[in-house]
């Protein structure tokens, strides 16, 4: 069984730069796609960025594009959101989750395992 543990999480002013970690677990990750969504309250969970099992290809929402940046270390399991230039509408819970497959998808119903999240809090 696949376990996601995210952290750094916080708060921080607009403008600022937080990065998110999420370490895999439970079994190997050969063709296990990932990625990070996001649920503001309110709202529904929405994609924000993804990344294949190699790190050959990668994915972002329109919104945050040129802000964020995914990544993954395959030899630490762990994958990884750079955000930059953060404003006070990227406050959310942010999920890491995974799916095995052969393209990489922005569609949240394909990924199988999930994250418990970590709160972002963008101040203005």
């Known amino acids: 069984q696949v376990q996601l543990v995210e952290s750094g999480g916080g708060l921080v002013q607009a403008g600022g730069s937080l990065r998110l970690s999420c370490v895999a677990s439970g079994r190997t990750f050969s063709m296990y796609h990932m990625g990070w969504f996001r649920q503001a309250p309110g709202k529904e969970r929405e994609f924000v960025a993804a990344?294949?099992?190699?790190?050959?290809?990668?994915r972002y929402a329109d919104s945050v594009k040129g802000r964020f940046t995914i990544s993954r270390d395959i030899t630490k399991n762990t994958l990884y959101l750079q955000m930059n230039s953060l404003k006070p509408e990227d406050t959310a819970v942010y999920y890491c989750a995974g799916y095995d497959g052969f393209i990489l998808v922005a569609d949240r119903s394909r990924y199988s395992d999930w994250g418990q999240g970590t709160q972002v809090t963008v101040s203005s």
């Open positions: 990344i294949t099992w190699s790190g050959g290809s990668l």
